[in-house]
Structures are given as structure tokens and as C-alpha cells.
């Protein structure tokens, strides 16, 4: 059995059949139900309504962010109301209520009928005050009329049987049909989040072991108990069992459904005494509330409150019962005890034991005698938290505490304080002291050390000594976004920094002609050549490579003058597999010196790179042992990184420019626009003495290029000055030169270029009609102008000028540049050195991916293969 789920409900064992719903079709009728409900036909052929299920789907997840620690915009104090008057809270947790002093004495395993007691203390007035411990809602109706008759006609066309096998009659004598259907759960779910708070969810727990962390709801379970309940029929008090999907999805509330109206009630108990005999065992209860429910009202309460359903005078009574799931958000960050070798959980599970075993053999009613003690000593571990405070508890007020736990380092306060108990847990997750611990070690101005553990020549041949460590304090951005997107600060700390011990992920942004790496942990990146070859001299020499080798990076910058270069790209701008293989290889045993089994990879990949390209690429990353990647789209981490979420992002580099919307972070290729446009290639029929020059192009593009004010179809006189004013460029002194003529017709052509992308970007835009006006509006507001070229002397002003007169009075954009400046930590000639700012963009944007705490989860990871 799993240890974990040694407490679910003892449906697990039952004999009887359970219907699927989902699968098979009972003979329902057709009958159309008003004010938008289902018949019972409808939620077995049709399911939910895809409006219904977004509408709970957005409210359940809102409810779910409060506690998973994304951001949402502000929102009123209505959020935490009703959202209809038919609710009604019977039972809050922490609120004092007055209730009877009598004690009723109930024999559960015999007939004999409830004996009620008084008591001393209260017999005046009959009335006591007492601190409620648990909650109950009552909703009055979730269901119609109609769909309430129908549900009950399709069950009883399944057939309810006694359960007798499972349970004393003189305990539980009703009937019973189990029904599987995630659709009706899904449609029971909508009906109910739309009266949740969010206070009905804060801080609750399952009971049991292995409950801490923060659970949030995720939907109803699926298995649905219809119980029929005839004239004499009776259920009495008993706790509910919990439903464990896994070890981070188990249940907490029950939800009971009644199809009918009838003569019978529903009481909720307070437990406060036991006496358990040899056949018999009888519990002192004080009444709490009571339902007199109609027909397709519910209710809905946690597990471990004591209730019955009284004996039926008259009539039939149906009710469906299922569970609300909760899902455990942090489980990655939560201190894990080993509960197994504890001695409740010894006693617990030899308890369940003993009762399947007696359930087994067919004695009934010390199988449930055994059942019960279990159930009741499983609900006691939850209530622990109940127990009287200590002194010190008691009568330090918080802040003194917060300000002992200042004195600790982090890991004493997560394995030594926080475990103590809930009290001390809750106190030492204090936000405010988390987020001063994650600001101290992530914060915006941060003290980074500089240099890899290597040197890197700049001249062939040369050999330079690593030097010592240096730091600097610089501006992070990518910390200060990261902050801004964190909100439980406890949770946060702890799943960044396991992240960094064990899922610290390889940051790659792969370009054209440059790629940008770096760790997740760090707070700056390093730039290398995108550049493969084979040696193909006599006098090359690297050492730990030969003539069999092939270099990538700097290792071929170091020898390019003695290696032959090769493609790496194909016609469609994706790596070469083999290549690209060995690319990633040295870039995490040479580049990163890290290795292959212990870190995820995060890649940048361009907008048309297809599923079929994406799939490929990430069989070449699992093949070298890396055990899970996550591709981002560029664009959507450039917005990220700029904090444009809906924006028009326009790239401007050597290879051409693209234009790309984005909504939400999210790219719409269906306006993208790209234009290649190869500055090399053209630069290169002008000059054809370039054969040795390939490797430093680059670095004097964006000294040659100079954008003039104006177009010559704008203004030729102004454009003819310009170029008369432009000097003549020196691409190799005394040897290869432009002259100012060329230099200025080639810097309008590729301006075109750019240009002429942007309008059609713009223009698609505004007549794409999947937009909303919102969408366009926000997007042509807000312009994020990034890439190599946009750094050119004369772009921004002619690309500001251009854009504005185009769009005219409709919009008033806002630009965003790239940075102008490099940051280096350290400059130190001949050593790789970590940069900061610039074209660092794409990367800071994987950087504030991989440290949000749900990186794990969005990561694909590599399929184990169980065959022996």
C-alpha cells in the first residue's frame, strides 16, 4: 500500500462497480433544462460549456495565484465577499460561537438511540462559548431542479446496492452507486468557485502527514458517491476519509450535494470524549450546526468535523458526495521530514491494517472500530496546531522573534526553526524577513566575481595565467524584475536557491554571429563567436585538440587563422545536428565547465523555428545527457526583459531585421514580418580582398555605417549633404578602404531594409482582425528597438522620426533602445571576462525565467526508458 495514501477512502477496497460516466452513455432523456443548466444526458455527451469552464477556470487560478506567488493587478475588497447571497458560512475557523452544553452519547455500533447529557458547568443558562476550529460553508442552490431529478433518474437506472459489506447497519445502512465522470466534477467545480473566498483557502492543510507547504484548490474529484437514504435509514457521526491523488494533490474539504428535500437533517459535532469497549465504541458529542437542506443546495467542510445524517422519518433521500483537491505549490522549498519511522505514523497504519485485514475476514464491526481510531488519531496530527501556546509564545510578540531569527543564517532558520511547529513556522516565514534575505543575496545592486577560471588568448599563439578572482558592484536588472515578480518571499528564497543547488540552468541565446551565455545563478553573461571549423594547417596547435577535432567558439577564434571555417547554420538559419552537438558539448565542459548531468538547459530560439525544428534540437540536447531543456521564444523573453509585455519589438542586425508583436509576452506570428538582408555578403562583392578578415567584420560594421537624416526620395539635397560629409572608411589601414559615396548609398540600403519591414509590420497589425483595438493600441504604443544595428550612429533619430510620421496622429509611441553601453565587471586583456548591458537582453531575459519558482515544472525532460 502507499504509505501516503494509507488513510483515502475505503472506496479503494470496495467490491462494487463503478460507472463511467465519461465513457458509457445510461439511457438519459433529451429534456432541456432553462436558465443555463445541464440535464444529466447533456454532462455525459456534451461536458462543460467552454465559457462555464473558463469562467471557473479563471476565478480557481486567481484563487490559485494569491498563494503561488505570481503578481496580479490590484483588485477590490469584493474579492473576498460571496459572490452570491445564497451562500452562507455555518462554521468559520477562529470565530467564537455559542452552542448547547448538552452532551449527546452516541453508540456507533449498536442500536441504541442517542443518550443527551448535561453539563454542571452550563446548566443554567444551557449555553456555552467556544473558539470554532473548522469551517463549513452552505451554498442554496448549485443545481436544478431538473438536473437534480435527472441525475437521480440515470443512478437509480445504474442500480444503488446496500453496503453491507463494507460497513455495520447499525453504523451506516444506506445505498450506494459510484459514478466516475471528470466532466461532471468539472461542471460541479464551476458552480462552486464562483462562491469561494479566498480566506476559505488560506493556510489550510490537509490532515495527516506530510501536509506542509501552501495547497491551493485544484478541481473536484472525479469518482462521485451517490448515496440513497430509505425511510429508516440513517449515517452516523464520522469523519470523511481524504482522497491522495499523489503526494502534492490530496483532498481537504468535503463537498456534499443533496438531489432531494427531505425529513431528515444534517449535524455537525464537536467531538469531546470517547469510550471504546471490546464490540462497541460510543463518542461524547456537542452539537455545532445543522443543515436543513433542499434540493440542489451543498455543503462544504472540512474533513475532520464530526457529522451524521439523522434517521429518515419518511420518504427518500439522495445526496452525491465528492471532494474539493489541493494541490501543493511549494514543494520544492518545503523542509521534507521522514514521518515513516515516526511512532503515529507507525500506529496509524498498523490500525488501517488491522481493519482491512478484520474487513477481510468479514468481522465488521471491530474492522470498524479499528477504522474509526484510525481516522481519529490521523485528524489529531493536523489539530497539534491547536494546542495550548508556551509561555515564550504566548507573550513575545512577533517582532521579537523576527528579530532573533535575524541572528541565523538561512539554512538554520529553514531546518531548525521553521520545522518546530506551526506557531514558530508561521512567524519564522515572516515576509518582510524573506524579503530582505532574498534582497541581501539577489538584490538589484549585487557584487558579481568576474573572470572563468581560464584565459583566454587574444593572439594566437600567446599563452596568459589565469588572474585572481576580481568583483564588482554593479545595477542588476534582471534582479530588480525578478523581485518585482516574486511575491511569497519565503517560498521564492527557498525554491531559488534549491534551483541553484541542483537545477541551476545553462542560459544560452544562440545568434548568427555571436552567442551569449551564462548560469541562471549568476548575475552576468559571456560573449563568444558563433564559429565552427577544422584545423586544415600544419602549424596548428591548441592544446587537448587535434586535427580530428572540430572547434566552436573561442577555441576556434583562438586557431581560426590555421582552421577552415564551416557552416553551421543551414538554409533555414537551425544548427547543423552534428555540429550543434558538439557546440553544446564545449559549451558546457569548455565555456561554462560545468557538467552535462547536473544542469538544465534554457535556449533563446528565433520565431520560425517550428515544433518539428524545436523537437529535433531537443533530441540533440537529451542525447548528451542533459537531463531537461526549456526553448523560449527571443521576443517573448525581450519583452520580459523590458517589462513590454504588448509591444511591437523590432530587431535590427547584420543578417536583416524583424518586426514582432507581442501580446502578453506572447509572439503573433500572424503579423510577423521578417527581412534578410546579409551586410557581409554585401559588403563583401564590393570588397573582395576579405578573405582574412571574416572573423573581425563585425566589429567595424557599426563604425562604417552612418544612417543619414532623411531618405533621398525625402529630401535629396539634405541626403547629398550628408553623404558629402561622410569620410571614407578604413576597413584594413593603407589597404582596404570605402570610399564616402559607398559608404553612404550602403548605410540607406540597409536602412531601407529595416524600414520597409517596419511598415508592413504596422500594417499588418492594423488590419489583423484576430487583434483587439486594446491590443493594437498597446502595441504601436509601445515600441522596443533592440539588435547590433540599433545602436548605429543616426538609426534611433531616423527610426523615431519615420515611425511617428507614419502612424501619424492615432498613437503616441513610447521607444525603448538597447542599452548604448557594454558593462564589463573586469577588463583585463587576455582573460574572458562577464558582461553586463547591451546585447545581453536576451539572455537577462532567460535569466528571469529560470529563477521564478514554476521553472521546473515548464521544463521538458527526458524520458527514462523502464524496459530491462
Known amino acids: 500500500m502507499n504509505e501516503h495514501a494509507i488513510l483515502t477512502t475505503r472506496l479503494a477496497n470496495a467490491p462494487y ?20 443548466h445541464y440535464t444529466a444526458d447533456e454532462i455525459i455527451d456534451e461536458g462543460i460549456s467552454p465559457n462555464e469552464y473558463g469562467r471557473a477556470k479563471f476565478i480557481s487560478e486567481a484563487l490559485m495565484i494569491e498563494n503561488s506567488g505570481v503578481t496580479r493587478p490590484p483588485t477590490s475588497h469584493e474579492d473576498d465577499e460571496p459572490k452570491f447571497w445564497r451562500r452562507k458560512d455555518l462554521l468559520i475557523p477562529g470565530k467564537s460561537i455559542q452552542i448547547s452544553s448538552k452532551i449527546t452519547t452516541v453508540q456507533l455500533l449498536n442500536e441504541e438511540e442517542p443518550i443527551e447529557e448535561s453539563d454542571d458547568d452550563y446548566e443554567e443558562d444551557g449555553f456555552e462559548t467556544m473558539v470554532n476550529q473548522d469551517r463549513c460553508i452552505y451554498i442554496g442552490s448549485i443545481l436544478s431542479e431538473t438536473e437534480c431529478s435527472d441525475l437521480i433518474d440515470s443512478t437509480s437506472r445504474l442500480g444503488y446496492e446496500k453496503i453491507d459489506k463494507e460497513y455495520p447497519k447499525e453504523y451506516l445502512n444506506n445505498e450506494r452507486v459510484l459514478v466516475k465522470s471528470k466532466k461532471l466534477a468539472d461542471i460541479i467545480w464551476s458552480r462552486i468557485v464562483p462562491f469561494l473566498k479566498k480566506s476559505d483557502i488560506d493556510g489550510v492543510k490537509p490532515y495527516g502527514f506530510d501536509n506542509d507547504g501552501c495547497w491551493v484548490p485544484c478541481g473536484i474529484n472525479e469518482v462521485l458517491r451517490f448515496n440513497k437514504y430509505s425511510r429508516g435509514s440513517f449515517f452516523k457521526p464520522h469523519t470523511d476519509a481524504q482522497f491522495v491523488r499523489n503526494d502534492n494533490e490530496k483532498s481537504i474539504f468535503t463537498v456534499l450535494i443533496y438531489l432531494s428535500s427531505f425529513s431528515s437533517t444534517t449535524t455537525f459535532f464537536q467531538k469531546v470524549g470517547e469510550k471504546i469497549e471490546d ?17 440542489g443546495s451543498v455543503a462544504i467542510f472540512n474533513h475532520n468535523l464530526y457529522h451524521a445524517g439523522e434517521k429518515m422519518a419518511y420518504g427518500s433521500k439522495y445526496v452525491v458526495r465528492s471532494e474539493i483537491i489541493f494541490k501543493r505549490i511549494d514543494k520544492d522549498s518545503i523542509y521534507s521530514m521522514d514521518y515513516r519511522n515516526s511512532e503515529e505514523f507507525k500506529r496509524v497504519k498498523k490500525l488501517i491494517d488491522d481493519s482491512y485485514e478484520l474487513e477481510r475476514q468479514g468481522n465488521l464491526t471491530q474492522s470498524t472500530i479499528k477504522y474509526v481510531q484510525a481516522m481519529d488519531l490521523s485528524h489529531s496530527i493536523q489539530k497539534k496546531s491547536n494546542r495550548k501556546l508556551s509561555f515564550i509564545e504566548e507573550n513575545l510578540p512577533e517582532e521579537i522573534f523576527v528579530h532573533i531569527f535575524n541572528y541565523l543564517t538561512d539554512e538554520e532558520v529553514c531546518k531548525s526553526v521553521i520545522p518546530i511547529n506551526s506557531e514558530i513556522n508561521s512567524i519564522a516565514r515572516y515576509e518582510n524577513m524573506w524579503e530582505q534575505r532574498f534582497s541581501n543575496k539577489w538584490g538589484s545592486n549585487t557584487l558579481e566575481k568576474s573572470i572563468l577560471d581560464r584565459a583566454i588568448s587574444v593572439k594566437y599563439g600567446e599563452n596568459y595565467e589565469p588572474t585572481n578572482e576580481e568583483k564588482i558592484v554593479f545595477h542588476s536588472k534582471e534582479n530588480e524584475i525578478i523581485n518585482l515578480l516574486q511575491k511569497d518571499w519565503y517560498n521564492a528564497f527557498s525554491a531559488r536557491s534549491n534551483m541553484e543547488k541542483s537545477f541551476n540552468a545553462v542560459l544560452l541565446d544562440l545568434g548568427q554571429h555571436t552567442y551569449k551565455y551564462g548560469l541562471a545563478s549568476n548575475n552576468t553573461y559571456w560573449r563568444s563567436m558563433t564559429a565552427v571549423g577544422e584545423p586544415n594547417h600544419p602549424d596548428f596547435y591548441l592544446p587537448s585538440y ?11 577564434f583562438n586557431a581560426q587563422y590555421h582552421c577552415g571555417l564551416k557552416p ?36 533563446a530560439v528565433p520565431p520560425h523555428w517550428d515544433k518539428e ?21 527571443s521576443f517573448k523573453l525581450l519583452a520580459l526583459y523590458y517589462q513590454k509585455p504588448t509591444s511591437l519589438i523590432l530587431s535590427a542586425t547584420p543578417y536583416g531585421s524583424t518586426c514582432v508583436p507581442v501580446v502578453d509576452c506572447e509572439v503573433k506570428t500572424a503579423c510577423m514580418d521578417m527581412n534578410v538582408f546579409n551586410m557581409y ?19 567595424k560594421v557599426s563604425e562604417f555605417l552612418k544612417i543619414a537624416p532623411c531618405s533621398p526620395s525625402q529630401d535629396q539635397q ?43 509590420s504596422i500594417t499588418l497589425i492594423r488590419n489583423h482582425q484576430s487583434l483587439s483595438n486594446i491590443e493594437k493600441e498597446l502595441m504601436l504604443n509601445n515600441i522596443v528597438i533592440v539588435g547590433g544595428f540599433s545602436a548605429l550612429t543616426g538609426f534611433r533619430e531616423r527610426i523615431k522620426k519615420d515611425i511617428l510620421e507614419y502612424l501619424g496622429n492615432e498613437y503616441s509611441p513610447s521607444f525603448t533602445f538597447r542599452e548604448h553601453k557594454v558593462d564589463y565587471s573586469v577588463r583585463k586583456i587576455g582573460n574572458k571576462v562577464s558582461i553586463v548591458g547591451q546585447d545581453m537582453d536576451v539572455v537577462g531575459g532567460a535569466r528571469i525565467v529560470s529563477n521564478l519558482s514554476n521553472f521546473r515544472e515548464i521544463c521538458s525532460y527526458k524520458q527514462v526508458d523502464n524496459k530491462c
Open 17 to 36: 462497480k463503478i460507472f463511467d460516466w465519461d465513457q458509457e452513455e445510461p439511457p438519459l432523456s433529451h429534456e432541456k433544462v432553462i436558465e443555463n
Open 279 to 295: 464490540n462497541n465504541i460510543s463518542f461524547d458529542f456537542k452539537q455545532l450546526a445543522c443543515i436543513d437542506s433542499k434540493e
Open 546 to 556: 587535434g586535427f580530428d577535432d572540430v572547434l566552436t567558439g573561442d577555441r576556434f
Open 568 to 603: 553551421f547554420f543551414n538554409s533555414k538559419g537551425v544548427p547543423k545536428k552534428k555540429l550543434f552537438k558538439i557546440f553544446l558539448y564545449q559549451l558546457y565542459k569548455e565555456d561554462l565547465r560545468v557538467k552535462l548531468q547536473e544542469h538544465p538547459l534554457l535556449m
Open 613 to 633: 525544428y524545436l523537437k529535433k534540437v531537443e533530441q540533440v540536447v537529451f542525447s548528451l545527457g542533459i537531463p531537461a531543456v526549456h526553448f523560449v521564444n
Open 681 to 699: 555578403e554585401k559588403n563583401r562583392n564590393m570588397n573582395k580582398d576579405m578573405k582574412y578578415f571574416e572573423m573581425t567584420f563585425w566589429a
Open 718 to 760: 539634405e541626403f547629398n549633404e550628408f553623404a558629402q560629409n561622410v569620410e571614407p572608411f578604413e576597413w584594413i589601414p593603407h589597404h582596404m578602404v570605402s570610399p564616402a559615396n559607398q559608404r553612404a548609398n550602403i548605410s540607406e540600403f540597409f536602412y531601407s531594409h529595416v524600414w520597409e519591414n517596419v511598415q508592413k
